[in-house]
């Protein structure tokens, strides 16, 4: 039973999403803003996190932050506006999904659902993948440059994996969307190039760029 942190202002939707997530089998807890968001995540960790972006006491881009210092939980956003910058802004922050209000629940719990299966696409049978100085590891979710930890998102995790599974080869975005996301599940070219942007911002920490553009087609593993 999955446990699910879901973080907004409005106590209604807050009791709509807990309801709707507890009949979908979830452990579901509660927090009115980002920081009592954090201090219940420090308690206990969820295993995915529902988050809104426009709070007070601490939004959602900055809960986001925080907790992206030190973990790499799967986060959907929730926001009342449907600009693209938000929702490009949140998925560079480490988001692993966003959704626009007003939202079926429905929708929610699909979403949710994914996003979840996307962090359990890992088995301890999965073997390590090393490329040059990176290692990634499927059956703890770590990837590592030399001896340095490397934190990255479900999604970002799931891409890099599927461009080191292949070094060489040259991925579509249609096609590394089908692999980080599953079959038949929709996000824009926007939103995927935001995903390999931020892997590539964590690895220049380390001197590497581990994705290549290949202009007109799409990304392949880089130098690392």
Not at 108 to 116: H, I, N, Y
């Amino acid at each position: 039973m999955s446990q699910v942190l879901v973080v907004d202002d409005d106590p209604h939707l807050r009791e709509v999403l807990r309801y709707a997530l507890s009949r979908a089998g979830h452990t579901v807890r509660e927090a009115p803003d980002g920081k009592e968001a954090l201090r219940l995540f420090k308690l206990q960790p969820a295993d995915l996190v529902v988050l809104d972006v426009v709070m007070p006491e601490l939004d959602g881009i900055e809960t986001c932050r925080a907790l992206r210092q030190h973990s790499a939980v799967p986060i959907v956003f929730l926001s009342s506006r449907d600009e693209e910058l938000d929702r490009v802004l949140g998925l560079e922050m480490g988001g692993d999904d966003y959704l626009t209000k007003p939202f079926s629940t429905r929708e929610l719990v699909a979403r949710v659902k994914a996003v979840l299966r996307r962090a359990e696409m890992r088995t301890p049978s999965d073997p390590a993948l090393k490329y040059g100085r990176i290692r990634l590891d499927p059956s703890t979710h770590r990837v590592h440059v030399d001896a340095a930890e490397i934190v990255l998102t479900v999604t970002e995790f799931n891409l890099l994996r599927a461009l080191m599974a292949h070094p060489g080869r040259v991925y579509t975005r249609e096609q590394l969307t089908d692999l980080a996301y599953g079959d038949g599940y929709h996000v824009s070219e926007r939103t995927l190039d935001s995903h390999i942007r931020r892997i590539r911002q964590k690895f220049r920490e380390h001197a590497l760029d581990p994705v290549e553009t290949v202009h007109g087609l799409g990304y392949r593993l880089g130098t690392a």
